[in-house]
């Protein structure tokens, strides 16, 4: 299986078409000293200027879907480490390209250190029932075959049956690993309204399988900061894999 690897992965929705603010998200970002950064509700362009603001070895993004009035968003990854491979696989909608309901996943293989070290980076469904947010866990589980990591923003709380699906396919949030408190995890959204106040959803992960260390999995506390940039906060993980 090769050597391990060490790395730290950071999950953010970036709410692209809201606009980011390049220069403060690539501070705040830079502050978890991050090999990857997994991003959702992202733009191309945006991806690009981040990369270069961070000094990112590599970057990939894939679309989503556009939705005319601004320009198209998507999953985006920041890698320190060359990418040797990156796919897309459409979980919903597949020819509704102008569709906000459209899902997709992007599964990416990194050399770390020696060794390849594969992450996936998702947005599921929102506004759909569990039952459809089920359905689009296994078919991300089928595609994301051999995969070290899991994140993203999965529109789901923690003990919801989309949980429980990748629970049940022996996947868990890195967080439980490091800190006894199931269910009682920092929220990382904020459902709608003034960003005044905490976040008060849970819906973004690290999900890791029982083989990887988790050293470090949290929320960052500072989420004054981040009401600013996006309407989620970011999930930064530690692992060995």
Partial sequence: MGEQ?????????????????????????AAFAP???LLQEVQRRQLGAL?????????????????????????????????????????????????????VALHAALRV????VRVTDVHLGAGVTHDERIRQVQALLDGAYGADAIVGDMNAEPGSPELGAFGAAGWCDAETRVRDRDGLRPSTNWASGP???????????????????????????????????????????????
């Fill in 5 to 29: 690897a060490g790395l730290t992965v950071v999950s953010w929705n970036a709410q692209g078409s809201a606009g980011v603010d390049v220069a403060r998200a690539a501070e705040a970002l």
């Fill in 35 to 37: 090999d990857v950064v």
């Fill in 51 to 103: 990369r270069v603001a961070l000094g990112m070895v590599d970057a990939r993004w894939r679309f989503k879907h556009w939705p005319v009035s601004v320009p198209a968003e998507g999953l985006g990854l920041l890698a320190r480490h060359p990418v040797v491979d990156a796919r897309a696989q459409v979980l919903a909608h597949r020819w509704e390209f102008w569709n906000w309901r459209r899902r």
């Fill in 113 to 116: 250190d020696g060794r390849t």
């Fill in 195 to 241: 960003r005044t106040e905490a976040p008060t959803q849970r819906l973004d992960y690290v999900l890791v399988r029982a083989v990887t260390e988790v050293t470090e999995a949290f929320v960052p506390d500072d989420w004054e900061r981040w009401a600013t940039l996006s309407d989620h906060v970011p999930v930064v993980a530690r692992l060995t894999v």
